[in-house]
């Protein structure tokens, strides 16, 4: 399989989710040139609200693609949930931090 096949793919499996993506692109820019400019460390809430939506998103994460918890079996699919989890994480205090800096 050549890598125009393998693109094709992803393309096709991105597409249906293009919107989703722009949207969190276009979010996380918005954030990033209109939070506050201060330096500082970061708050007990902005560690909390990412630990907590990361949590949230390993868990509806199956439902976004018409599955369920259920079929989750494989150690391959425990890792894509954790690696979701570490993106929603990562995502929600990158989106955050600008604006709940002490």
Do not use: E
């Amino acid at each position: 399989m050549g890598i125009d096949s393998i693109l094709i793919i992803v393309w096709f499996t991105l597409k249906p989710y293009l919107w989703v993506l722009l949207l969190l692109v276009a979010v996380l820019l918005a954030s990033w040139f209109l939070g506050r400019h201060r330096h500082g460390k970061s708050s007990f809430w902005l560690w909390l609200m990412s630990f907590v939506i990361a949590l949230l998103a390993i868990r509806l994460a199956p439902y976004l693609t018409h599955s369920s918890i259920d079929y989750v079996r494989t150690p391959f699919d425990y890792v894509v949930l954790v690696l979701i989890g570490i993106g929603s994480f990562i995502y929600t205090w990158l989106v955050l931090r600008k604006w709940l800096i002490r």
